[in-house]
């Protein structure tokens, strides 16, 4: 059975920096599609960030125009571990996260993925 387990939300300053977490249990890490979605109340899910896992490290990554240069998508292999670290954040931020994967063979540009795993979510609070 495949968990995504999320840590890290919290809530910040305008300007402070969160780093998200997700581990994935019973998923064949080393290839497949990853991502974080936001979903504020009342907006549509937003693909932020996406990272094709391969073998040796993440490659195709992608990032929505709204978080370019903010934030970064990582990965460390060996905890089977997706980071989401986000800088100089705003209040436009604020979001629930999920994490989720897909066992694709790339990340489309397009950001837009059917992910068929997800994590349960992580608030995450910018206050101005």
Same mark, same amino acid.
């Given at each position: 059975?495949? /968990? ?5 939300? #919290?809530?910040? !300053?305008? #300007? @402070?920096?969160? /780093? ?6 019973? =998923? ?7 991502? *974080? ?17 391969? =073998?040796?490290?993440? /490659?195709?990554?992608? =990032?929505?125009?709204?978080?370019? @240069?903010?934030?970064?998508?990582? !990965? ?8 989401? !670290? ?10 629930? =996260? ?5 066992? %694709?063979?790339?990340?489309?540009? %397009?950001?837009?993925?059917?992910? @068929?795993? *997800? @994590? ?9």
């Amino acid at each position: 059975q495949v /968990r995504l387990v999320e840590s890290g939300g #919290g809530s910040v !300053q305008t #300007g @402070g920096s969160l /780093r998200l977490s997700c581990t994935a249990y019973g =998923y064949e890490y080393t290839s497949g599609c990853m991502g *974080w979605v936001r979903q504020a109340p009342g907006k549509e899910r937003e693909a932020v960030a996406t990272m094709f896992v391969a =073998y040796r490290e993440g /490659r195709d990554t992608h =990032y929505a125009d709204s978080v370019k @240069g903010r934030f970064t998508i990582l !990965q460390d292999r060996a905890e089977n571990t997706v980071y989401l !670290q986000m800088n100089r954040l705003e209040p436009e931020d604020t979001a629930m =996260y999920y994490c989720a994967a897909a066992p %694709s063979n790339f990340c489309p540009t %397009s950001m837009v993925v059917d992910f @068929g795993y *997800w @994590g349960q979510g992580t608030q995450v609070t910018v206050s101005s």
